[in-house]
C-alpha cells in the first residue's frame, strides 16, 4: 500500500521540481518579482498570519551580531528547554556557562496578553559562488508569525517586552565585573582608550545578610536602592540623570567597602574601582566616566586622601599665590630631575572637574548608576562635594551595636537569636566603642577545637580589655586636659598680674608727669 503511494508520489515530486528549476533559471526576475508579488496577496487572504523577520547580523557592522537578536535569543532561551527537541548551546560568562536556545528551523509557542505567536529559527543559506576573502557563513534569523489581528499588539508592546525581558535575562546571567583605571601614560589616544579600564571577574560575597548593621536602616539603603534601579521613567520624568551618589562615611574596618560589594551583588553591578591619583587630568576623568557602562557602580575610595580638595578650591580663588607655588614647585621638579629623585606628576584633577564627573552633562550617559563615595573623615570634604544632589544619600556606618554583633555572630557562629553570653555583651557593647571588624575578628574560630562559646568568650575579653583600655585613656586624657587648664589658668594669672603692674607704673608715670606739669605750671605763674 504504502510502496503504490510512493510510487505515484515520486514522478509528482520530480515534476515540481523540474518546473521550479525552470522557472528559477528561465523566468525573467522582473516577473518573478510580479508573480511573487500576486502569489503572497492571493495566499494573504486565505492565510491569516503575518511574519515578522529578526537577522542575527545587521547589514552595517557584519561581525556584530544584532543586539535584538541576542535579546530575543536570550528570551526564548526561558521556554526553549520545555519546548524544542533540538536546542543550541552557546557559551557564555567567559565559558563558565551554557545558555541553551532553539536549534535552526525549530518552532517555539509563546503567550502573551492570552494571544498566541510563534517563534521559529532558520537560517538561509550562504551564497557559495561569491569569491570573498573569508568564508560567508550561513544568515540566520528569528521569524515570529502571529494573527493579522494582532498587529498592534505585538508591534506595539510585545516586541518591545521581549527586548527588555532578553535584555534583562542577559544582565542578570552575565559575568560582573570588578574594573580599575589604568594610568593614563603613554600611547596614543587609541591605545590609551583602549585600556582605559582594566576588569577581573567580580567574586566579594559580602551581601546585604552578611553585613552587619542596624536592620531598620539596612532595609531603608535596600528600598531605596531598588527603587533606584526601577525609576528609570521616573527620572526621566523629572529631567534628572539616572544616576544617584551615596556618601558612606565612619572609622576603618566599619564595612564601607564590605557595603559596596553588597550594593553591587544586590543590584547585579558592575564595579569601577576609581583611583583618582592615577588619573591625569580633568579631561582623563571625563574619558573614564564615558568608558563605564550602565548598571555599575562608579567608586572613589577614602575620597580625603585622593585629591587635596580643599587645597584645590583654595587655589583656584587665589590665583596669584598659585602662579607663585607653581612657579616653585617647577624650580623644585627642575632641582629634583637635576638630583635624578624627581617624583612620578601629581594628578592635576581639580575639584570642579570631579563635580563635573558627578553632575555635568557628560553624567548622563549611559544612564543607571551608583557613584559612591567612602571617607573616614566627612568633616573633611568640601560641601560642594557632598551636597545632596551629588551625594544623595549620606550613610553613617559606625561601631557595632548590639544588633549588629546578632548578625555578625549568626553569621559567623551560626548562633541564632540568643546565648547565654549575649546579656554580657550587650552590656559590655553599650559601654565600648567596638568595629564590627574587630567583633569579627575576635568571633571567627582560630581552630578546629574553638567553638561558640569559646569565640564568645574571647570577645568579652576583648571588649573588656577596650574598656579598660578606654578607661585608662580617658583618665590620662583628663589628666592632661586639667594639666593644660592649670597653665592656661596659671599663664592668665601671670598675664593680669603683668597688666596690673603695667597699669601701675603706667598710673606712677602718669602722676609723676602731671606733678612736674603742675610744677611747670606753678614756676609759669
Ligand atoms: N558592618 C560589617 N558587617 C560585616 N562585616 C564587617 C562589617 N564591617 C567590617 N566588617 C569586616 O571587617 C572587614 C573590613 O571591613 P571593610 O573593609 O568593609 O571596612 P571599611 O569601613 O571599608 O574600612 P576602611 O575605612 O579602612 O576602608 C571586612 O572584611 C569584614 O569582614
Ligand atoms: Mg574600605
Known amino acids: 500500500m504504502m510502496q503504490d503511494v510512493w510510487t505515484q508520489l515520486g514522478p509528482a515530486i520530480a515534476a515540481i521540481m523540474f518546473s521550479w528549476t525552470m522557472y528559477q533559471n528561465y523566468f525573467p526576475r522582473e516577473l518573478r518579482g510580479h508573480i511573487r508579488r500576486y502569489t503572497d496577496k492571493l495566499v494573504s487572504y486565505f492565510y491569516p498570519y503575518m511574519h515578522i523577520i529578526v537577522h542575527e547580523h545587521e547589514s552595517e557592522g557584519w561581525f556584530k551580531r544584532s543586539k535584538a537578536y541576542v535579546a530575543i535569543e536570550r528570551y526564548l532561551s526561558k521556554n526553549s528547554c520545555t519546548q524544542a527537541k533540538r536546542l543550541k548551546a552557546n557559551t557564555v560568562k567567559d565559558g563558565q556557562s551554557l545558555v541553551l536556545t532553539i536549534d535552526d528551523h525549530e518552532e517555539i509557542t509563546d ?3 492570552g494571544e498566541k505567536v510563534w517563534w521559529i529559527s532558520s537560517q538561509q543559506a550562504a551564497n557559495r559562488q561569491t569569491i570573498a576573502l ?26 518591545k517586552y521581549v527586548l527588555d525581558e532578553g535584555k534583562a535575562i542577559s544582565v542578570r546571567e552575565r559575568q560582573r565585573k570588578l574594573y580599575t583605571n ?29 553585613l552587619a548593621m542596624d536592620p531598620n536602616k539596612k532595609q531603608e539603603i535596600m528600598d531605596d536602592l531598588q527603587t533606584f534601579s526601577k525609576s528609570k521613567d521616573y527620572y526621566a520624568k523629572i529631567g534628572k540623570a539616572w544616576k544617584r551618589g551615596y556618601l558612606l562615611y565612619g572609622p576603618p574596618g566599619t564595612g564601607k567597602s564590605s557595603m559596596i ?14 583611583e583618582l591619583t592615577s588619573v591625569k587630568d580633568n579631561t582623563e576623568l571625563r574619558k573614564l566616566l564615558i ?79 551608583l557613584i559612591v563615595f567612602t571617607t573616614n573623615y566627612v568633616e573633611k570634604l568640601d560641601p560642594a562635594l557632598i551636597r545632596r544632589g551629588r551625594m544623595d544619600k549620606h550613610i553613617v556606618l559606625s561601631y557595632c551595636c548590639f544588633e549588629s554583633f546578632k548578625v555578625l555572630a549568626h553569621n559567623y557562629l551560626d548562633v541564632v537569636d540568643s546565648h547565654v553570653h549575649f546579656r554580657e555583651i550587650r552590656r559590655l557593647l553599650g559601654e565600648v566603642s567596638m568595629t564590627p571588624a574587630d567583633i569579627a575578628e575576635n568571633l571567627m574560630p582560630k581552630s578546629s577545637k574553638e567553638n561558640a562559646d569559646t569565640c564568645l568568650e574571647r570577645l568579652i575579653k576583648a571588649l573588656e580589655t577596650a574598656k579598660e583600655e578606654a578607661k585608662l585613656k580617658a583618665e590620662k ?49
Not at 568564508?135 to 505585538?154: A, C, G, M, S, T
Not at 589604568?182 to 560575597?205: A, D, I, L, Q, S
Request: aromatic share 8%.
Open 111 to 113: 503567550e502573551y496578553k
Open 261 to 274: 560589594a553588597a550594593m553591587a551583588n544586590f543590584l547585579q553591578y558592575d564595579v569601577y574601582d576609581l
Open 182 to 210: 589604568n594610568k593614563g601614560e603613554g600611547g596614543g589616544y587609541r591605545y590609551r582608550r583602549w585600556r582605559m579600564w582594566t576588569g577581573v571577574v567580580f567574586e566579594h560575597p559580602s551581601t546585604f545578610d552578611t
Open 291 to 369: 568608558d563605564t557602562t550602565s548598571k555599575s557602580i562608579i567608586v572613589i575610595e577614602d575620597i580625603d586622601c585622593s585629591l587635596d580638595l580643599t587645597g584645590q578650591r583654595e587655589k583656584n580663588k587665589k590665583k596669584d599665590e598659585e602662579d607663585n607655588k607653581e612657579k616653585d614647585e617647577k624650580d623644585d621638579i627642575k632641582e629634583k630631575i637635576k638630583r635624578g629623585e624627581a617624583k612620578e606628576k601629581q594628578s592635576e584633577v581639580t575639584l570642579s572637574g570631579l563635580l563635573n564627573f558627578i553632575d555635568g552633562l557628560w553624567s548622563a550617559i549611559g544612564g543607571e548608576r
Open 134 to 159: 573569508w568564508k560567508e557563513d550561513d544568515k540566520r534569523y528569528f521569524k515570529l508569525k502571529f494573527h493579522r489581528k494582532n498587529r498592534e499588539l505585538i508591534t506595539d508592546s510585545y516586541l
Open 477 to 525: 586624657e583628663e589628666k592632661e586636659r586639667a594639666k593644660a587648664e592649670k597653665e592656661e589658668k596659671k599663664k592668665e594669672l601671670t598675664a593680669t598680674e603683668e597688666a596690673k603692674n603695667a597699669d601701675g607704673v603706667n598710673e606712677k608715670d602718669k602722676s609723676e608727669s602731671n606733678g612736674a606739669k603742675e610744677n611747670g605750671d606753678v614756676s609759669k605763674g
